[in-house]
């Protein structure tokens, strides 16, 4: 007996009925007890909401990247109901994303700082700040091209990106503090995220140097790990970047954040239900010349690959095939 959708889609009832307080379509947070997180998105220090003058927000606050998660996870879903014989489910949930996409462009670009806002308060008033959680937006999808570009241009600039990593929080604004948990950090699977999101709007060059960044610092830390997170001072000659003190290592975010990187510029695709892997204009980092990928499976297939380097592309060899899988290379 084929189940209602209602009963195998919790996450999508949540979103619509309890993620949006208010109905505006954006998905919100407060804290119900005094117990409670008062932010509780990844960013989840009590000061890192805030406006331009640096007054904190007061909640139901709906982040930039929340709803970048939601689109996403619309899309996502439509992909998925297709793939159940639910037509019509995935027509609506393929036309809310956009309906979503197209109130978020209008709520959260902000023309004034190049960016979209780091949030809407309570009063639905923008938090106009220009913060890491932008390149979320990226990372989903859900930017606009043309906004895309500039983000992704004004990740890179002298106020964010410290020359080991893009910042939480840029320099020369309200709560900036390198030395802070969330406001002027830099955190590896943040970036990661951001790198990813450049490279899916065409900016590989500026994810590589992303990616150069953090294997640089990379170089500075025990067996090369990547911490949580370290500060966000300037890079200086002769120094390496400075430890936040008490950064877990290991920490399965920033242990994950070097193969998301590294995917993000072999924009590299796993199809199931072709079989195909897939490579779309492929770079990789200075610091990588050759390498070799072992048994990438889709399904009970797998591939084995050479990787070679050149200037501004990629070359890749089948070394080795098991089963029917296509390799793509789409430049």
């Avoid at 117990?35 to 982040?63: C, M, N, T, Y």
């Avoid at 091209?145 to 020369?172: M, N, Q």
């Avoid at 990661?192 to 060059?205: C, D, E, Q, S, V």
């Avoid at 430890?243 to 590299?268: E, K």
Wanted: glycine residues 10%; neutral net charge; contains cysteine.
């Amino acid at each position: 007996m084929r189940r209602r959708c209602s009963s195998r889609w919790p996450a999508r009832t949540w979103i619509d009925r309890h993620g949006d307080f208010d109905g505006d379509g954006f998905v919100e947070y407060r804290r119900r007890s005094n117990e409670g997180l008062v932010q509780q998105g990844w960013k989840d220090s009590q000061d890192s909401v805030f406006h331009a003058d640096g007054r904190l927000a007061e909640p139901p606050i709906a982040l930039c990247e929340v709803q970048g998660y939601v689109y996403e996870a619309r899309r996502a879903a439509a992909l998925l109901a297709r793939a159940l014989g639910d037509t019509v489910l995935a027509v609506g949930l393929t036309e809310q994303a956009h309906e979503l996409q197209e109130r978020f462009e209008h709520a959260f670009w902000c023309e004034e700082i190049g960016c979209y806002a780091l949030a809407l308060d309570g009063d639905k008033q923008p938090c106009r700040v220009p913060t890491s959680n932008a390149g979320h937006t990226l990372w989903c999808g859900i930017a606009s091209p043309a906004h895309a570009a500039r983000v992704a241009e004004s990740l890179l600039g002298s106020d964010f990106y410290s020359g080991w990593g893009i910042r939480t929080v840029p320099c020369k604004r309200a709560r900036y503090n390198p030395m802070s948990y969330h406001n002027g950090s830099i955190w590896p699977h943040d970036n990661a995220l951001i790198a990813g999101g450049m490279a899916r709007y065409g900016h590989t060059g500026e994810a590589l140097r992303v990616f150069g960044g953090l294997f640089d610092a990379s170089l500075y830390f025990d067996q090369h790990r990547m911490p949580e997170l370290f500060c966000g001072f300037p890079r200086r000659s002769g120094e390496g970047p400075t430890r936040y003190p008490v950064a877990c290592s290991p920490q399965a975010w920033a242990a994950a954040a070097v193969f998301a990187m590294l995917q993000a510029c072999l924009g590299l695709e796993v199809r199931a239900e072709s079989p195909e892997v897939r490579f779309n204009a492929p770079r990789l980092p200075e610091f990588i010349q050759w390498m070799r990928v072992h048994k990438l499976s889709v399904g009970d297939r797998h591939v084995d690959l050479l990787l070679q380097r050149y200037r501004n592309n990629v070359g890749i060899d089948v070394t080795d095939k098991h089963g029917d899988i296509d390799v793509v290379v789409a430049i």
